[in-house]
Every structure is written in structure tokens, then in C-alpha cells.
């Protein structure tokens, strides 16, 4: 519920005080809370992180379409990588490069500066914090990660947000991202028709995109009558090491499989390397498909099968979208159209 503009409309409540209680509560006056929640240096830092932690706690959040009727806009869109999930994934993970580019390109065409954060182990309520310090006039999220409450928790009273990752069950916030079911039914569809039949699937399915990524290659086993056994379900995660391990450990296990679907081209790669290393050969004794179609798909040895998702139109889309919320539209979620593209692995 919005605070009446009388006693400081910059903040948004979840319940039904206002601005005026939370004063009350903090003994002081509502423009120091004003100030405290702005991150105002005139306010001392220990009240501050009193004022802040009683917004948290009574889930306050800051009203930007308010306050952007008195302050002028930062011009600044944050661009935020949550990695609850993988703490040790970097920036420079191709996939991040190449989506912070595009949206970068669509950012700066509108003339807005970028506000990049990684936040590596988000604990408690920090989707929270980075709003109230209103740095940016909106956020653009790349990636669920294991953060969809968080996410969840802020989209009713929070706007200016777009998240880049998959459609989920009781979803409330703004998704652009493609049909990661259809997309992974392309991928083991494909190895089906060039005749594999042990098919492992790559991947931790309690990321949501990887989870919808899992839940379509489980389809498009089950349609070819085929089963898919727990044992060539392997949870590799994102970075190269974790992959190269869970590869390693599934082939160590003695696991009968002849085609792997990787839920990332990262995985994929990593995947080509180990079977390389155990003296099995891509294609030949097992083929490999990914997902993303990064740059270096098309120039692996051999080159990688992927699944394309189109970043430079979702970049664009997740911005227009944000633009759209910015101004009070109610933009809603996007789903973009997978694409095979076969090469030689």
C-alpha cells in the first residue's frame, strides 16, 4: 500500500504503515527517515542502519515512481547477477560477457548509464537493499539463479524490474527468456533422430531454467518411448572445474551413455574436454549437444550442436520492457522462440 505524500510517499509498504509509524517507531521525524532510506550522508551512518533494518523488517520498499516526482532521475539502469547458486561463476563467463554487452549496446542507446553488481551469496534482503539505495531507476536481473522468492517478495511493490530467466509456477515479477522446455525437445530430439539412445542430461535442475531445460528433454524421451535413468542425470554446475568434475565422475561411474545434453554450452565444452581426456571421441562415441549458442560455440573442436537462445533480441526486449514499467506500464512477461543450430558434435 502507498504511504499518504504527506508523510513521505518515497516508500512503498507491503502491510499498512506508513512512513509516519516507522518514524514513531524510530523516534524520529519522517524526513529523517526520508533522508535515512535515500542514504542521505546528512544522517549518521548508525541511525541509518537502524531507520534501514526497521524498513526491512516491516518490508518496506522504495516507491521510485513517488520519488521521481520531486528528485530527478539517476539515469543509471543496475544490471544485477545474483549467484546464490554458484558463487565462484565470474562475470567473465561467456555467457555473462555477451548478455551484459547486448544489453549494454540497448542501455546506451537510450542514453542511460550501466550499474553493474554480482552479488555472490545474496543473503537475506539483498534485492531489498540495493532498491532503497536507489542508484538506478531500474534493474534489469540476469538470471533466477536460487533467488525466485527474493524476486518474488519485491515485484508487487517494486516495478522498474525485469528478470532474464524462465516462466515459473506463482510467478509475480517481469521474465524475458526463451522456451527452455521447446528448446531442450529440440536438443534430444535431434540425438534421437541420429540414433542415440543413452542420452545423459547435464545440469542443476533447482535453477529454474535449468529445471524447465530438464523437465523437455524428460518429454521428449518419454514421447521416443526411451527412459531416462538417474544415473546419467549429473548435476553440473556452470563453471568449468564443477563441470569437469561431475563429467569425469560420470564416465569413472561406469555409466552406459552414447549423447549428452548439457544445460549450458560452458557444460557442453566441458563436457568435450573430459570425454577427450577418457579417450572417447565427440562425435563418434558420444555426441554432445548445449545450450546458448555463445561465441565460442562455433569454433570448439569440434564445432558445438546447440540450442540458440537469440541474447541480442532478449537484451533489447528486457529493456524496452524495463522502459515500459519505468513509466507505469504493466509490461508484461516474453517468451522467445528456441533455435537448433547443428554443427558437428
Not at 534493474?139 to 525485469?162: K, W
Amino acid at each position: 500500500m502507498r504511504g499518504h505524500s504527506n508523510n513521505g510517499g518515497d516508500v512503498l509498504g507491503r502491510g499498512r504503515m506508513r512512513m509516519a509509524d516507522l518514524a514513531r517507531i524510530a523516534g524520529v521525524s519522517t524526513s529523517t527517515v526520508s533522508r535515512a532510506l535515500a542514504d542521505s550522508p546528512l544522517i549518521p551512518a548508525a541511525l541509518r542502519d537502524k531507520i534501514v533494518a526497521l524498513a526491512q523488517a516491516h518490508g518496506y520498499v522504495v516507491n521510485q515512481s513517488a520519488r521521481s516526482l520531486r528528485l530527478r532521475r539517476n539515469h543509471t539502469i543496475g544490471v544485477v547477477i545474483p549467484l546464490g547458486h554458484e558463487s565462484g561463476q565470474l562475470i567473465s563467463d561467456p555467457f555473462f560477457l555477451e548478455m551484459i554487452g547486448h544489453l549494454a549496446d540497448a542501455i546506451t542507446a537510450r542514453d542511460y548509464e550501466i550499474l553493474l553488481t554480482k552479488v555472490a551469496k545474496p543473503t537475506s534482503g539483498w534485492l531489498d537493499r540495493i532498491i532503497q539505495a536507489h542508484r538506478a531507476d531500474g534493474l534489469l536481473i540476469i538470471g533466477q539463479s536460487d533467488q525466485h522468492l527474493a524476486l518474488n517478495g519485491v515485484a508487487e511493490s517494486y516495478r522498474p524490474m525485469v528478470v532474464w530467466g524462465g516462466r515459473v509456477q506463482d510467478q509475480r515479477y517481469c521474465t524475458v527468456g526463451v522456451d527452455n522446455i521447446g528448446g531442450a525437445r529440440l536438443a534430444v530430439e535431434h540425438l534421437i533422430k541420429q540414433g542415440r539412445r543413452r542420452i545423459a542430461f547435464l545440469g542443476v535442475p533447482e535453477l529454474p531454467e535449468v529445471g524447465l531445460r530438464q523437465q523437455g528433454y524428460m518429454e521428449a524421451l518419454a514421447d521416443a518411448g526411451l527412459s531416462a535413468p538417474s544415473e546419467l542425470i549429473a548435476p553440473a554446475h556452470f563453471t568449468t572445474d564443477t563441470a569437469s568434475s561431475t563429467v569425469r565422475n560420470l564416465i569413472d561411474s561406469g555409466a552406459d551413455f552414447d549423447a549428452i545434453f548439457a544445460a549450458s554450452d560452458v557444460i557442453a565444452l566441458t563436457a568435450i574436454q573430459a570425454l577427450r581426456a577418457s579417450g572417447r571421441l565427440t562425435p563418434d562415441d558420444v555426441s554432445v549437444v548445449g545450450f546458448d549458442d555463445i561465441a565460442l560455440a562455433g569454433h570448439s573442436e569440434p564445432p558445438l550442436t546447440t540450442v540458440r537462445q537469440n541474447l541480442g533480441e532478449g537484451a533489447r526486449l528486457m529493456v524496452d520492457l524495463l522502459f515500459r514499467r519505468m513509466v507505469g506500464e504493466d509490461a508484461p512477461s516474453a517468451t522467445l522462440a528456441p533455435e537448433l543450430i547443428v554443427r558437428r558434435s
